[in-house]
């Protein structure tokens, strides 16, 4: 009898070792790569998304194919001639100017960031991007507009110490600060998004990949996502927020200040001076803000796919293409530049017609 009871006693202890070892290797088993069945684990196939565009009629995308292409030309080409036009000119080469200049270069970059995709996708059929080119796009069009809004308060700023503070703005304004203003403007506007779009990136994204929008845009991808990320969503449209919020209420105080010093002054043609500069300013970011509000402000309205893509357009092509009409044709010292710059181009192509010739 002591022998079978040690021997059953010795039985039964190996049986429960057996159970708590399997029952300790259950996880391993459950959490290995090759055997998972959980709804997550197939995020790392989808390689790419689908940009829905406008999807209507063929001969429909082959007219807004003209249409976008023909915008995006005359935009490059607009601010490409104000860039121009600031560098050639020695006049030009003032505070005013120079951040007029960058602005015109960060449009041409802007614009570029979403456009030639944009007209890929519609001569496409599979109208695919890349999972990391969509991000690339989020970052970049994100992280230029960022660097847009600042530029634009620093240019009401300028505004308000030229026409404010006269005596003052060359002593304040120089060329060592606005510089340091531009640089401050690129970097921020880049690393401002970089974690929140980081953060996004590594989201699961287990499909469906099928975009309803023009852009690789946050709201869409958030609705892709396999797992809610409250924080993470939150935290992207309370930057946006704080962005486009601060620097316009930034700007709406600078420009309220100089709208009262301009009713104080006791010349005319000061006071209409002071109104084109600040006109031309005004009417940029009324075109930009309105648009970018009706996006990123207010995220929890729901607005449909179609108000979403008209209302992408209109801050990413729109205002770019209005901007260099808007500066050129209400600055008399930007059009004499562009004037003197195309008549060099004229004198250095009837020149080279004339080598030509004689050769």
């Known amino acids: 009898m002591p022998c079978s009871l040690s021997s059953l006693l010795s039985e039964k202890g190996a049986h429960l070792k057996l159970v708590l070892i399997t029952v300790c290797l259950l996880p391993l088993q ?8 959980e709804p997550y684990s197939s995020f790392a196939s989808v390689r790419e998304f689908i ?5 209507c009629e063929w001969k429909i995308q082959i007219l807004l194919f003209s249409l976008f292409t023909t915008t995006y030309t005359l935009t490059v080409t607009g601010n490409g001639a104000i860039v121009c036009a600031i560098w050639c000119e020695g006049r030009l080469h003032s505070p005013m100017y120079m951040f007029l200049g960058n602005f015109s270069f960060l449009e041409i970059w802007y614009v570029s960031s979403t456009v030639p995709n944009m007209l890929a996708n519609f001569l ?8 990391t080119g969509c991000f690339v796009q989020f970052y970049f069009f994100f992280s230029l507009g960022t660097s847009e809004c600042l530029l634009l308060a620093i240019m009401a700023f300028d505004r308000y110490l030229a026409i ?6 060359p002593n304040i304004m120089t060329r060592y600060l606005s510089t340091k203003l531009v640089i401050i403007c690129w970097v921020c506007g880049f690393l401002l998004f970089l974690i929140p779009i980081a ?18 845009d946050p709201g869409p991808l958030f609705a892709l996502a396999c797992a809610s990320a409250p924080t993470i969503q939150q935290l992207c449209y309370s930057l946006s927020s704080l962005v486009i919020f601060g620097n316009f209420l930034f700007i709406l105080g600078s420009y309220t200040l100089v709208l009262l010093a301009v009713l104080h002054m006791p010349s005319t043609l000061g006071r209409h001076k002071a109104f084109s500069t600040c006109g031309s300013h005004l009417a940029v970011v009324s075109l930009f803000y309105g648009s970018l509000m009706i996006m990123y402000v ?17 801050y990413a092509m729109v205002t770019p293409l209005f901007n260099p009409l808007i500066y050129s044709l209400r600055n008399k010292e930007i059009k004499a530049a562009l004037r003197k710059v195309l008549g060099r181009c004229y004198m250095t192509q009837d020149v080279l017609c004339d080598c030509s010739r004689s050769v």
């Open 124 to 131: 496409s059929e599979k109208k695919t991007i890349s999972f």
């Open 298 to 314: 207010s995220p929890g309205l729901g607005h449909s796919a179609g108000i979403q893509k008209v209302a992408t357009l209109f």
């Open 30 to 37: 459950m959490t290995d790569p090759v055997n998972v069945s």
């Open 199 to 216: 953060f996004i990136s590594q989201m699961p994204f287990c499909g469906p990949n099928i975009i309803d929008h023009v852009v690789c």
């Open 164 to 169: 404010c503070r006269p005596l003052h703005y």
């Open 51 to 55: 940009l829905l565009g406008f999807s």
